[in-house]
């Protein structure tokens, strides 16, 4: 506008905004999942697991958190409130105790995030 129309008294240097995190993140590229040709072919073949939490607000017991198993073949879903994420081992070894023994079969591996 200085050159092209000959207006008076704007600043010569230009000023440099900050970007924001939201403009930040906005930009990011996440990277796409391949295929996984390894899908189970029997019940408890493959089972996949998550945790997550602390949750902002907690559950009317006062649980924080979340794990989840899933089952690759049947896409059955077992969803464990907790309270602490110390009991993540106990609640883990809970679900293979009642799951075994209930379909008659064994599990054959989990797949995890590896989060901590």
Not at 6 to 29: E, F, R
Not at 72 to 100: P, R
Request: aromatic share 8%; glycine share 6%; proline share 3%.
């Amino acid at each position: 506008m200085l050159k092209k129309s000959g207006v008076t008294s704007l600043p010569t240097n230009p000023m440099k905004l900050n970007q924001c995190d939201a403009c930040i993140l906005g930009k990011h590229i996440k990277q796409c999942f391949h295929d996984s040709h390894s899908r189970a072919h029997r019940k408890l073949a493959l089972i996949h697991s998550d945790f997550c939490g602390p949750m902002h607000v907690p559950s009317e017991n006062g649980n924080k958190y979340m794990m989840t198993f899933i089952d690759d073949y049947t896409k059955m879903c077992w969803v464990y409130l907790l309270k602490n994420k110390s009991n993540v081992f106990q609640t883990f070894k809970n679900f293979h105790a009642c799951i075994e023994n209930d379909a008659q079969s064994h599990i054959g591996s989990i797949r995890t995030d590896n989060g901590k």
